[in-house]
């Protein structure tokens, strides 16, 4: 399982726009989406590609295209969505895959309420979308639910990740890869991540 945290300047600098106190939906969901993007461009650093020739201005020449597995994009509802639009700008034909968990505030077990696939899922490389990897519920729930759909390739994006949360990963599914903006310190009593950024659902969808 490899865990790639994000050490970019950009990546950083967003980071630290994104946890202000009072940051605005608007700010926050278009940083999100900026920060999808540039984890985007890591996370698809080892698809492979084929050489083609095309006829250019001055002749034939050899270019390269992506070969082979083709990609599924799984937002994790709702604040997976925060991030689809940076996802989608470097991946456009992508096909979408939801998946509908939320957080049992008291339990903190994730309770599956949608779930919607695109076909051949056994053929695509699945690249999951959450802002938030906490207790880790929700990841192993969605992989879950990606395996038994027949999923062989899955890789994670996070904006901030918990060290619970990866432990409890690689503890279930060692295969899986994901890529973080950052790996914070620790969950509190309610399992929020800290430092984090609060409730990236309500900030994305502007509720509570
Ligand atoms: O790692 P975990 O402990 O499972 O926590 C992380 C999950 O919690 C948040 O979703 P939430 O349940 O708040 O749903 P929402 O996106 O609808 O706000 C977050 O977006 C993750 O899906
Ligand atoms: O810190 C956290 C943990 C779970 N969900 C969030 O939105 N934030
Ligand atoms: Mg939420």
Not at 35 to 58: F, H, K, P, S
Not at 146 to 158: D, T, Y
């Amino acid at each position: 399982m490899a865990i790639v945290e994000i050490n970019h300047p950009l990546v950083k600098h967003k980071l630290g726009l994104l946890r202000e106190k009072d940051i605005s939906t608007k700010n926050f969901r278009e940083l999100a989406s900026e920060v999808a993007r540039l984890l985007t461009y890591e996370a698809t650093a080892d698809m492979e590609t084929e050489a083609y020739t095309i006829q250019g201005w001055n002749g034939p020449v050899r270019v390269e295209q992506i070969k082979g597995k083709k990609v599924t994009v799984v937002p994790i509802l709702r604040a997976g969505l925060g991030m689809m639009d940076g996802v989608l700008d470097l991946i456009p034909g992508a096909k979408v895959s939801v998946v509908g968990l939320y957080r049992d505030e008291e339990t903190l077990q994730p309770v599956p309420y949608f779930q919607k696939f695109t076909s051949n899922m056994a053929d695509r490389t699945a690249l999951i979308l959450d802002p938030m990897l906490a207790t880790g519920g929700s990841l192993i729930a969605c992989a879950d639910m990606l395996k038994k759909a027949g999923c062989r390739k899955i890789k994670g994006l996070f904006l901030v990740a918990a060290p619970e949360g990866i432990e409890k990963l690689q503890a279930t599914h060692p295969d899986i890869d994901i890529f973080v903006a950052a790996i914070d310190e620790r969950l509190n009593e309610n399992g929020y991540i800290l430092p984090g950024l609060g409730d990236a659902g309500d900030k994305i969808f502007g509720t509570k």
